[in-house]
């Protein structure tokens, strides 16, 4: 299983960024895909997450700015980010888990069982 997360890069503050997860060797509809980040000296913490039959996960700290959507023709999953502050700034990663997690477990790292390299996104001005 191989998860390849493009698209991160330098935004100002309110500026917007596509991430991209690209998925092979997995097959996403018997599974979940979630977006983690990873600032310096912090946790890594979830961000968002997708299951075919299941409402996407969002941290608070994202809803109404964040977007996750999949393509399931293409194996890919992908998180829309507007409204960037510069507490954005991090490493996303994507990752896959075997099970299709409920709500209350998208958001821990520990469910998921395959991970990316990482994008780093950079929010300033």
């Known amino acids: 299983v191989q998860l390849q997360a493009s698209g991160g890069g330098l935004v100002q503050p309110g500026g917007s960024l596509r991430l991209s997860c690209e998925v092979s060797?997995?097959?996403?509809?018997?599974?979940?895909i979630g977006w983690f980040r990873q600032a310096p000296g912090k946790e890594r913490e979830g961000v968002s997450c997708t299951r075919r039959g299941g409402m996407p996960y969002y941290a608070d700290s994202v809803k109404g700015r964040f977007t996750i959507s999949r393509d399931n023709a293409k194996n890919a999953v992908y998180l829309q980010m507007n409204s960037l502050k510069p507490e954005d700034t991090a490493v996303y990663y994507c990752a896959a888990a075997r099970a299709r997690l409920i709500s209350s477990a998208m958001r821990h790292p520990r469910n998921y069982d395959y991970w990316g390299q990482g994008t780093l996104v950079t929010v300033s001005s």
């Open positions: 060797g997995f097959t996403m509809d018997y599974g979940s």
